[in-house]
C-alpha cells in the first residue's frame, strides 16, 4: 500500500469517526435526558416510563459501536505499559502491530457475525417486548459501527508496519486535539 492511500485512509477514517463520535454524544445526551425524565416520572409522579429499558438498550449500541471506532483511530485506548516500557523502541513497535493484527483478525471474526445476527433479526421480525421496535435496525448500526472500529485497526497497522520497515521506531503520535468535544 502506498503512503498516499495510508494517509487518505487515516483523514478519512478520522473525519468518519469523529462524525460517528459526534452521534454517539448526543445518544448519551438523549440517553440523559430520558433516564433523569424517568427518575422525576417514577419519583414524584409514581408513573415511570415504560419504554426505558428499550431506548437505553438501543442507544447503548450506538454509543458504544459508534465511540469505539473514534477511541482507536486516535489510539486513546486505556493501556497499562509497565511491562513495555522495559523493551526498546523497536520491540515496543512489533509488540504493538503483532497486537493490532490479532485484534483486527478477531474484529473481523466479530464484525461478520454483527451482520450475520442483523441479518438474522431483519428475517425473524424480532421486535422488542414493549414498544415493539424492530431490533434489526439497531443491530445493522452496530455492526457498521464496528467497521470504523475495523478501519482504525487497518490504519494502525499499516502505520505499525510503515514503523518497522524503514526503521522510524519512534513511538506514534498520541492525539492531542479534541475537535469532537467542542
Known amino acids: 500500500m502506498t503512503d498516499t492511500f495510508a494517509d487518505s485512509l487515516n483523514r478519512w477514517n478520522g473525519r468518519a469517526t469523529q462524525l460517528l463520535a459526534r452521534i454517539a454524544a448526543a445518544a448519551l445526551a438523549v440517553l ?3 433516564t433523569f425524565c424517568d427518575v422525576i416520572a417514577r419519583y414524584f409522579f409514581n408513573s ?18 459508534f465511540g469505539i471506532g473514534l477511541t ?24 504493538g502491530l503483532v497486537m493490532n493484527v490479532l485484534a483486527f483478525g478477531f474484529l473481523v471474526l466479530m464484525v461478520w ?6 441479518f438474522a433479526l431483519f428475517e425473524k421480525g424480532d421486535v422488542s417486548p414493549i414498544m415493539l421496535f424492530p431490533r434489526w435496525p439497531t ?15 487497518l490504519v494502525h497497522i ?9 526503521g522510524d521506531t519512534s513511538p506514534p503520535p498520541v492525539s492531542t486535539s479534541r475537535p469532537y468535544t467542542d
Open 32 to 34: 440523559a435526558v430520558i
Open 48 to 65: 415511570p416510563f415504560s419504554f426505558t429499558v428499550e431506548v437505553t438498550e438501543i442507544l447503548m449500541g450506538v454509543m458504544i459501536y
Open 72 to 95: 482507536t483511530h486516535d489510539n486513546d485506548h486505556i493501556a497499562v505499559d509497565f511491562v513495555t516500557l522495559r523493551l526498546s523502541e523497536w520491540m515496543r513497535a512489533l509488540l
Open 113 to 118: 457475525r454483527l451482520w450475520l445476527r442483523a
Open 139 to 153: 443491530a445493522m448500526v452496530m455492526a457498521a459501527g464496528a467497521i470504523f472500529f475495523l478501519t482504525s485497526l
Open 158 to 166: 499499516i502505520f505499525g508496519y510503515r514503523r518497522l520497515s524503514t
